[in-house]
């Protein structure tokens, strides 16, 4: 069992920055994929941003790519998510997720069921 623990979410001004963190239980926890994924009110689950077991491969949607940027320390068991010039529309609860193995590839990383494991959220309230 793996324990996910988001914290960092926030009321900011659009513009800002802020910066997204997970805890992980997992006792082997670079064996793990990690993802970041945000849902706003009366919306789906939207896929934010993963990465695979060493952090080498990144993936993004394309709506924060160039603005986010997802990090893991396997040394500390953390996953990040640095989110720069904010805007009212990332205004969302987000979500950690982990996925034990398997594939790594965007199709995968991106979908919200290929994931074992979810923390509680966090919420970011982004003002205009």
């Known amino acids: 069992q793996v324990q996910l623990i988001e914290s960092g979410g926030t009321l900011v001004q659009a513009g800002d920055s802020l910066r997204l963190s997970c805890a992980a239980s997992?006792?082997?926890?670079?064996?793990?994929?990690m993802g970041w994924f945000r849902q706003a009110p009366g919306e789906r689950r939207e896929f934010v941003a993963a990465l695979n077991w060493n952090g080498a491969t990144t993936y993004y949607s394309d709506s924060v790519k160039g603005r986010f940027t997802i990090s893991r320390d396997n040394a500390k068991n953390f996953v990040y998510l640095q989110m720069n010039r904010l805007k009212p529309e990332d205004t969302a609860v987000y979500y950690c997720?982990?996925?034990?193995?398997?594939?790594?590839?965007?199709?995968?990383?991106?979908?919200?069921?290929?994931?074992?494991?979810w923390g509680q959220g966090t919420q970011v309230t982004v003002s205009s």
């Open positions: 997720a982990a996925r034990l193995m398997g594939g790594s590839d965007l199709a995968t990383l991106s979908s919200a069921p290929k994931y074992d494991y």
């Open positions: 997992a006792r082997a926890f670079n064996t793990y994929a």
